[in-house]
Every structure is written in C-alpha cells, then in structure tokens.
C-alpha cells in the first residue's frame, strides 16, 4: 500500500529565505507526483505536476523535483513571500491504483514578514 | 472556465439527519472524485466516476455513504444517517477522462453535531 510522508508538519521562515519542502513516498512505482496548495478554508490548487518519467518541473519562483528510485520529491520556494504562506501537499498516482492519488499530511509553511 | 462548483459550501445538521452534497464538476471532464479531509486521515478518496460510472468506491467508509452521478454534469454525495464523526471537509475534484490532473473545488465544510 503507497504511503507519502511529508516532513517537516510546519516550518516558519522569514521573508526572503529559499526553502525546501520534502515529500516522500513507499513505493517507487507511481504514474506522477502533484503538489497542491492550500489556503485556510479553500480547496486546493495545484502547482506542478512531474510525470513519472521526468525528473523536475518548474513554475516562476518553484521548482519540483522527483527521484523515484529513492521514493523522494523536493518542492523549491525560491525567496519566499509571505503570501506564499499556506499548507503545501503531495500526492502520489500509483501505477496500480489507477486514477487514484494518495496524499501526504502536508506542511503548513508561515513566511514570516 | 468555472472550475469545480460545490454545493453548499457549509453544512451543519445534527446527528440522524441525512445530508446531501453536490458536485459540478468542470465541463468536458469525464472523471469526477470525491475526497475527504480530516486532521485525523487527511485527504482521501472516498469514490471516483469514469464516464458516470463508478469505478473504485472502495474508500467509502460505510453503508451510510452512497454516491451518485446520473449524468455528465452533476453528482452528488449522500450520508444517511449521519454521525459527529463524519464532520470533514468534503471535495470534489474531475479530469479529462484518465487525464494526468486533477483539478479541486472549494469544498463543502460538514458538521454534524
């Protein structure tokens, strides 16, 4: 059964720091990896999503990694904004699962002016 | 585009009362999902439709939960009878059939008291 493990549960930074929210997951043998923001009482909005077959994607200021032999994605935040405050997710799409994506608990980030 | 609609956005009903939420989901999709999202279990999927079809309702947590999508534009989740413990945030997400994204709306927030 695919599990993703998302850690650290919070972090808190100030304004202008590069950071890195890490995403890990059981089984190597997923379709893609999304992740997903989510503002405080809003659904969730997605911000890149990496192909099984690649190894990163990027979107103005963030950057995804994947490394599926090791079970790892990175999300990069480069100089953080306070309006970058919100919970970040991962989901996985396992392979057999179908259409099904398998979540992480998230990191809930604060960039603190 | 208006993206995934859901209805309403917050229920509260007490214990017993049969409750009803509502998804449209964003036209020329043909994949509709139904998650749940607690503190607890965070974000899972409950039932997924391909083409109005259900497809895997095995995360569906009991009898109590049934879901419906008569046609293309409209499916609807429904609790009968509800319990406290099924108070969440319920979402809604579609894709192009099989497509690779997901695409969430707003959620509807249930309490059940």
């Known amino acids: 059964k695919q599990e993703v493990t998302q850690i650290p549960a919070a972090l808190s930074v100030p304004e202008g720091e590069n950071l890195v929210l890490n995403c890990s997951f059981t089984?190597?043998?997923?379709?893609?990896l999304q992740w997903f923001r989510q503002d405080p009482g809003k659904g969730l909005t997605s911000l890149l999503l990496?192909?099984?077959?690649?190894r990163e994607q990027t979107s103005g200021r963030l950057n995804a990694s994947l490394d599926k032999s090791s079970g790892r994605s990175t999300l990069y935040i480069a100089a953080s904004q306070p309006g970058d405050s919100a919970t970040y997710l991962c989901?996985?799409?396992?392979?057999?699962?179908?259409?099904?994506?398998?979540f992480g608990q998230g990191t809930r980030l604060t960039i603190n002016p | 585009d208006a993206g995934v609609i859901q209805s309403p956005r917050h229920e509260v009903t007490e214990m017993g009362q049969e409750v009803t939420l509502r998804c449209k989901p964003i036209?020329?999709?043909?994949?509709l999902f139904w998650y749940r999202q607690t503190m607890m279990r965070g974000l899972e999927l409950l039932i997924y439709?391909?083409?109005?079809?259900?497809?895997?309702d095995s995360g569906m947590p009991e009898d109590r939960f049934s879901a419906k999508m008569p046609n293309a534009s409209f499916s609807t989740l429904k609790i009968q009878p509800s319990e406290p413990r099924d108070s969440a945030v319920y979402f809604c997400?579609?894709?192009?059939?099989?497509?690779?994204?997901?695409?969430f709306g707003p959620g509807t927030r249930l309490t059940v008291t």
């Open positions: 997400a579609s894709s192009l059939f099989r497509g690779p994204e997901q695409y």
């Open positions: 089984d190597s043998a997923i379709y893609n």
């Open positions: 990496i192909q099984s077959s690649q």
């Open positions: 989901a996985v799409r396992p392979v057999q699962g179908a259409q099904k994506l398998v």
């Open positions: 036209s020329g999709h043909n994949s």
């Open positions: 439709f391909n083409n109005n079809v259900p497809i895997d």
